[in-house]
């Protein structure tokens, strides 16, 4: 996947966003750090282009809502979440690069929870490459990308990373 | 037995020549007829070596050493002579227990061990000990070591009583007003580490004050473990003067200093702390111009569970017998060149038998045979798993080290050899 | 992903790096903002035993202890001096090991002797960490106070920190002196000559015993308590002289620049190392210090106690 379909598929997603919420000032961008904040803004950025409206972004750390610290010698950093409040009556969608096993979604999920009490919570992920954990499903896909287990996708953005496109090892 | 092609010193008649040195029934002789011949090519004979400043714990801590295990250390460190300290349960401050301690000794150990007497009554600084009675059953000096009387008035009675008993008073010099709660050198450790330090001023002041009534009374006193520059600088000044004052040097206080206890390790805490830089180059210039004429261990034993603690709730000391010679031959000699290794035996063996008035330290024709077969050039290295002590307490695990005993001789019977 | 902490203790801050510190107050960061939430529990540490190991007694360090673990899921035994089996003659040793075979995760420990977090944190695999031992260090502390400042003047380097009150005797203090120095502050203590031994000066930091001639340039004042009861009679005359020459009373504060903060780590002795007014007046952080030393005592137990062992 190289940079212009990566940019394809957000635009899609952004359309896709805008016509599943009706009510789409409601709606909150959460981004996962790290790549998931960029790809947030990116979201929001079409968003406005198409719609002439500003939603509104966020970012939810999930490290500290992990359930394996303690199980492993890296040691997940923990950054600020920072969420427009209060968050009831409106649809948080969280925003990630990969889904995967679903427990990054499902701590994230923790994590908002604990800011209030959302009306609904959806998930848009970049990239969907299978092998679920959790019944955890997303709202919006990018692309799936059928993998092998032990093979490691990575997404890389132009400012996280200083390239762009997806890469499968 | 004959030592056969060894190179015998002999301070006391010096005497520095490679020749076979005879023994017969327990002496020095001109020729043996037994057929026992040891081969000392390369090897130093000497005197066996005395060591004035050991605890052995017995009676009353037999968990951390015994007479006959501290033995067994010494004669391994190449010690013939220990001297004991009366910090003992009961203290050694009455003729029993020095009759006990001497009983002990004869039935269990392998090297001569002889008592000091108490000061004080109970060691506890305030009324005298029985002095008179302690030299009647044979101790050779008195000291309330570990403690240090504070009553001067006291401390010079006791003084003028032991020149009249004939007896050199030993003192472990320590200010306690001064000292508090200090168990390091105050300093720059001390303030790093937020433990309570006890400044070297607070030795210093004792070691003047010893030198003060040594003049007033005219009588022998001898700073144990000397640990601080301006004590050095005291003990000089006085003896130039004629003062019957003298200074001891323990290895850890040339071997380290207070940067040493930034881990918290017990095993270097000790009483005197291990001071700075400045006091070890002090004592260095001691030791080299003869200000401090005395070697000693302060072999300290304790138990790993009661060292195991807690830094300032651990007991103060560390096991030097084992250690002792090796250090001070690769430090002095070797390292820093401070004295030769014919000086090295002198202070070992005429210094403390002169100083305690003992018939030892010599291999004069007729002498006891007591012998201490060094290799000053021997590379080792120091191991607490091989300690013939009942105790571990030494920081110098692991140090490699220079020259060391390979055999020690009492009585004539070889009581110990390097496997 | 995480190479800026490896440990599994926090002992002092002399043996922390500058990364190492800035990690924590980052950290601390992201668990202040918990305090903020609706619900201010994370499930970080579930599973995890915590054991509140005083054997001196301190209520404010241990609650702030507490109520960490809590924000943090982990469960919270305490267990003071009184009711250890130390005053049955056990040894600490023995009463860690104890604790430690009941699968207790982080030990924070408070002890009177310096070097007993050391002493435990060789010798058991669970995490301890230092909550003042001594006069050796205090490291949460030194850490809420850089927090704070950093927090309150956006930065640390250059700035000039001044310690006032008993230096000798202040885990407070070293930990203050070793924190602020490696983040580029000015650190100056002042406080009588035997509070405040010249050898200070050689931990990189300026002694004064003049503290008209310190105040107006200080951007950062922080008090510590004088504890004249259990101490020391022979270390000064008394409290009222301490205040005439040391305290930050009404009329030394407005020597302070206007930016100036005051901090004290509290409890407050009123009236003797600080007027009450100076104490509650606009240039006070000393709430904030609480408040923050929650957030980076979070961040110490999911770092120290998040670490696999």
């Known amino acids: 996947m190289d940079a212009a379909a990566i940019t394809k598929a957000l635009r899609r997603i952004a359309h896709e966003i805008i016509e599943r919420n009706p009510d789409i000032r409601s709606v909150i961008l959460a981004g996962i750090p790290s790549r998931g904040v960029e790809i947030a803004r990116r979201i929001a950025d079409f968003v406005r282009q198409i719609d002439k409206i500003d939603i509104d972004t966020g970012v939810i750390d999930v490290a500290m809502h992990r359930d394996d610290v303690g199980t492993r010698r890296e040691l997940p950093v923990v950054r600020e979440s920072n969420l427009p409040l209060p968050l009831e009556g409106r649809t948080v969608i969280i925003v990630d690069d990969v889904l995967f096993t679903g427990r990054t979604v499902r701590a994230a999920m923790d994590a908002i929870g604990s800011f209030g009490r959302p009306a609904r919570i959806q998930l848009a992920a970049l990239i969907d490459r299978g092998h679920r954990e959790l019944p955890i499903r997303a709202d919006y896909v990018g692309k799936n990308l059928p993998t092998a287990l032990e093979q490691d996708v990575q997404v890389r953005l132009e400012q996280i990373d200083g390239e762009e496109g997806v890469w499968i090892k | 037995m004959i030592i056969r092609d060894g190179r015998v010193i002999d301070p006391a008649n010096g005497r520095d020549e490679v020749v076979d040195l005879a023994i017969a029934e327990g002496r020095i002789a001109e020729k043996s007829n037994d057929a026992e011949v040891i081969d000392a090519s390369g090897l130093i004979v000497a005197p066996g070596l005395i060591d004035m400043h050991v605890h052995l714990r017995e009676p009353g801590f037999s968990h951390k050493e015994t007479i006959a295990s501290g033995a067994r250390a010494a004669a391994a460190g190449g010690f013939t002579t220990i001297v004991c300290m009366p910090n003992t349960s009961p203290a050694a401050d009455n003729p029993a227990t020095i009759a006990w301690i001497k009983d002990r000794a004869a039935e269990s150990a392998c090297v001569n061990v002889l008592p000091t007497g108490a000061i004080s009554k109970n060691i506890a600084g305030e009324e005298l000990a029985p002095i008179g009675s302690l030299g009647d059953v044979g101790v050779v000096a008195i000291t309330d070591d570990g403690k240090c009387i504070q009553n001067h008035e006291l401390m010079r009675r006791a003084v003028e009583y032991a020149r009249m008993v004939g007896l050199p008073v030993l003192d472990h010099c320590q200010d306690y007003n001064l000292a508090g709660n200090g168990v390091v050198n105050e300093g720059y450790w001390s303030t790093l580490l937020g433990l309570p330090g006890w400044p070297a001023a607070g030795e210093e002041a004792i070691v003047a004050r010893n030198i003060l009534l040594a003049e007033l009374c005219d009588h022998h006193i001898h700073c144990q473990h000397v640990s601080a520059a301006g004590s050095v600088r005291l003990i000089r000044e006085a003896r130039s003067r004629g003062v019957k004052i003298s200074g001891e040097v323990c290895p850890h206080h040339i071997a380290l200093t207070d940067e040493a206890i930034q881990n918290f390790d017990t095993n270097y805490k000790m009483n005197p702390p291990l001071r700075s830089q400045k006091d070890v180059d002090a004592i260095l210039e001691g030791i080299a111009d003869g200000t401090l004429s005395i070697l000693a261990s302060d072999h300290a034993p304790h138990a790993a569970f009661e060292k195991e603690v807690e830094f300032d709730q651990a007991p103060f000391g560390i096991v030097g017998l084992e250690t002792e010679l090796g250090l001070f031959i690769d430090l002095l000699v070797h390292k820093h060149r401070k004295i030769d290794i014919v000086r090295l035996i002198e202070m070992f063996t005429v210094e403390p038998a002169k100083l305690l008035k003992l018939d030892a330290g010599t291999l004069s024709l007729g002498a006891k045979a007591d012998a201490t077969l060094i290799d000053p050039e021997l590379e080792w290295t120091a191991k607490i798993d091989n300690f013939q002590s009942n105790s571990r307490n030494s920081p110098f695990d692991g140090w490699k080290l220079k020259g060391r005993a390979v055999r020690t001789i009492v009585n004539g019977k070889t009581v110990w050899q390097l496997a | ?309």
């Open chain 3, 1 to 309: 992903m995480n190479e800026r902490w490896t440990r599994k203790d926090l002992l002092g801050l002399r043996e922390l790096s500058i990364d190492e510190i800035n990690f924590i107050l980052e950290t601390a960061d992201a668990f202040k903002q918990v305090g903020a939430r609706e619900i201010k529990k994370v499930p970080a540490l579930r599973g995890k035993t915590l054991v509140n190991f005083f054997v001196e007694p301190s209520t404010r360090t241990r609650t702030s202890f507490e109520l960490a673990a809590f924000r943090l899921s982990a469960d919270v035994i305490n267990i003071t001096a009184s009711g250890s089996s130390l005053t049955k003659g056990e040894t600490l040793k023995d009463t860690a090991k104890n604790l430690e075979a009941l699968h207790a995760d982080i030990l924070v420990l408070r002890h009177s002797s310096a070097g007993a977090p050391q002493f435990l944190a060789e010798r058991l695999k669970s995490s301890v960490i230092n909550a003042g031992d001594g006069a050796h260090e205090h490291p949460t502390q030194g850490l809420l106070d850089a927090y704070t400042i950093r927090e309150k003047r956006g930065k640390i380097d250059n700035l000039h920190v001044v310690i006032i009150g008993d230096i000798l005797f202040s885990r407070v203090a070293r930990s203050n002196i070793f924190c602020l120095t490696k983040l580029g502050a000015r650190v100056t203590l002042v406080g009588p000559s035997t509070l405040v031994p010249r050898d200070f000066e050689k931990l990189g930091v300026t002694v004064s015993h003049k503290i008209d001639n310190v105040l107006p340039d200080a951007d950062v004042v922080n008090l510590l308590r004088i504890q004249h009861e259990r101490q020391r009679k022979e270390y000064f005359p008394g409290t009222g002289e301490y205040t005439r020459l040391f305290g930050l009373t009404k009329a030394r504060a407005k020597m302070l620049k206007p930016d100036c903060l005051v901090m004290h780590p509290g409890p407050i002795n009123r009236g003797v190392e600080i007027d009450s007014e100076v104490a509650d007046g606009s240039r006070s952080v000393i709430l904030d210090q609480v408040t923050n030393g929650l957030a980076v005592r979070m961040a110490v137990l999911y770092l120290c106690g998040g670490i696999a062992t």
